[in-house]
């Protein structure tokens, strides 16, 4: 039995309810890592409720105004996911970020997670673990606060996984660099946990056969670059356009963005005359796939401007890793904590000529090149796997002693008796 089987057996039937502050249909990462995340829970088969803000209740979701939930969560490829929402909840009423936001929703979550019998809270909310743990129950929280982060609901968090009575269970973070800050500012450090974001494998890996997958929008005698994801600078774009301006023979496919941000860099395009760039915005979760498959180099180019370059833990690069592609990819710290050279091309950070170069590379990769890297990088996403993400969260709270609720759940588990 695998790893993995072995943890669906031991999870199965435990109630775990997730809570976010998001507004479901939200188009942001960790919106959408949060989803997945639950969707995760689900597959290893317990009974998952996820908690978060209603659909339309915040300028990211808008587009979901007036769907039906069920068809929301399909776009997000988790139609099997319970889910909740908490009303009276806006930006407009309660900005995201707030003391206000984050108090009403953890309010309710706790609430509900009590009606619900959770035996297991995982929160990428700051308030509800807090209270959730106060009860008595097993609070999972995840965080990406940046190094400094000054609010004083990440402190209390920080502060309560190290209290002796009822702490929070497990801290999941996603880097080294953020552990070490969090236990330094007093968090326990052997209930602070490095877990990667994740991946969806059967969505994101490739068919075998190019008759399952879709359409290729692009022009079938040029090669194939592929970006996927917002198009801040710091995320590297303009370093793609320099690149594309270098490889007028390769096509350069980019998916994602802001209209503010399509419309900026669309300008530029035009100015510079880059016929071989397409902008194609934003396309729904669960279509994105079959756009990666076709490119022959997946680009992940985050730069040196934003402080996460040294301890980002991108949710693109597991979904890269599955496609198949080559990935050609920024040497930022970060990046170069959780890859190497078996799985990746490296060109210098915010370098378009460097990039360029990778690209080349990758296009002239040999078959058996590609086919130990494609071994390699699938080793990779099944390790990171939303499933696998889930074991290792619950693995964590269990590690560091489980509250009463949870030792309750566990005397059911089969392989726990």
Not at 22 to 34: E, T
Request: with cysteine; net charge neutral.
């Amino acid at each position: 039995m695998s790893g993995l089987a072995r943890a669906e057996a031991v999870w199965r039937g435990l109630r775990v309810v997730c809570v976010g502050e998001f507004a479901l249909g939200s188009r942001r990462a960790h919106a959408i890592n949060v989803v997945k995340t639950a969707g995760g829970f689900v597959r290893l088969g317990c009974e998952v409720t996820l908690l978060c803000a209603g659909a339309g209740s915040s300028p990211d979701s808008a587009d979901a105004v007036g769907r039906d939930v069920g068809d929301i969560l399909a776009s997000l490829g988790e139609p099997d996911l319970r889910v909740e929402t908490i009303a009276g909840v806006s930006d407009r009423t309660h900005p995201p970020g707030s003391d206000a936001r984050g108090e009403a929703v953890g309010a309710w979550a706790v609430e509900r997670a009590a009606a619900l019998d959770a035996g297991v809270m995982y929160a990428r909310q700051l308030h509800a673990p807090i209270w959730w743990a106060d009860r008595g129950g097993t609070a999972i929280v995840e965080t990406h606060a940046h190094v400094g982060d000054a609010k004083a609901a990440f402190q209390r968090v920080l502060d309560a996984t190290a209290r002796r009575d009822r702490p929070i269970a497990a801290l999941a973070t996603i880097s080294q660099r953020l552990r070490a800050h969090y236990v330094e500012r007093g968090a326990a450090s052997e209930r602070v946990h490095v877990v990667p974001d994740g991946v969806d494998v059967d969505l994101f890996t490739r068919p075998a056969d190019p008759a399952g997958w879709p359409a290729d929008p692009s022009p079938a005698r040029h090669p194939r670059a592929v970006y996927a994801g917002h198009l801040y600078d710091w995320k590297g774009i303009p370093a793609i356009l320099d690149a594309a301006a270098r490889l007028p023979s390769v096509w350069f496919d980019v998916y994602g963005g802001a209209e503010s941000d399509i419309a900026r860099h669309r300008a530029t395009i035009g100015a510079r005359g880059l016929a071989n760039v397409v902008l194609r915005g934003w396309i729904e979760h669960a279509a994105l796939p079959g756009h990666l498959w076709h490119a022959d180099a997946l680009l992940l180019p985050p730069g040196l401007g934003d402080p996460s370059k040294d301890w980002t833990s991108p949710v693109k690069l597991g979904e890269y890793l599955a496609a198949g592609g080559s990935i050609v990819a920024s040497a930022i710290p970060a990046l170069r904590d959780w890859v190497d050279e078996r799985v990746v091309r490296w060109f210098e950070p915010d370098d378009g000529a460097s990039m360029a170069r990778a690209i080349e590379a990758a296009l002239g990769e040999t078959s058996d090149g590609a086919a130990a890297r494609r071994s390699r990088a699938m080793e990779l996403a099944r390790a990171w796997s939303y499933p696998a993400r889930a074991a290792r969260m619950l693995g964590a709270a269990l590690s560091s002693g489980p509250a009463p609720a949870l030792r309750r759940g566990l005397e059911e588990l089969p392989l726990l008796r």
